[in-house]
């Protein structure tokens, strides 16, 4: 829920203990969390991009029309709700090795949350300079870990120990994964716009 925000920024701890004792399905978490959270880089970079405008390097401005900056959006939007699932695999996949199995909806549910904080850095979008948005990512990522570090052993139950090595794998991958969001990003709200509403 996004109840679960503040909690999860201000004291993390205790809030992935009342996240697990919740019991929540994949299916909630989505209606309930991920939908609506998934949904701030968006409608930010959609103001953005079609008021402020951007640019990279030294190019001209790129300023989208409404029409433009829909399309990309929903592309951009179906891609970090593919990407939370994605993640949730990763996570479940790394941890079968370990005493503790925690099942897929388990997983999924804990990439959802630990995401939160790339959500909430998606706001500086509404302004998009490039080196902004790098840098509130950048702290969002650095959050993330936390979480992630945090909710290994409250929300999956692996140990510090073991969860250390699920901790910098999934901290990998998900580097990987968010380099290829912010690319597409680029390519969708800078380039692909007008390819993908077919006005040329």
Request: with cysteine; proline share 4%.
């Amino acid at each position: 829920m996004l109840a679960h925000v503040w909690g999860l920024m201000a004291h993390p701890n205790r809030e992935w203990k009342q996240i697990q004792s919740e019991r929540e399905t994949v299916t909630h978490l989505y209606a309930h969390h991920v939908l609506l959270m998934a949904a701030v880089p968006v409608i930010c970079a959609f103001i953005g991009t079609t008021t402020v405008g951007w640019r990279i390097g030294d190019t001209r401005l790129i300023l989208l029309s409404p029409l433009d900056a829909l399309g990309a959006g929903i592309a951009f939007y179906i891609t970090i709700l593919a990407a939370v699932g994605l993640m949730g695999n990763v996570i479940y996949w790394l941890a079968r090795r370990y005493s503790s199995h925690p099942d897929r909806r388990c997983c999924i549910i804990f990439a959802g949350y630990v995401a939160t904080p790339m959500f909430l850095a998606g706001l500086v979008a509404v302004y998009p300079l490039v080196w902004l948005c790098l840098l509130a990512g950048t702290i969002g990522l650095c959050y993330s870990a936390y979480l992630l570090y945090l909710g290994i052993p409250a929300f999956l139950g692996i140990s510090h120990e073991e969860g250390f090595i699920v901790t910098g794998s999934t901290l990998g991958i998900g580097v990987l994964v968010l380099e290829v969001l912010l690319g597409m990003t680029v390519l969708l709200w800078g380039y692909g716009a007008r390819w993908l509403t077919g006005s040329v």
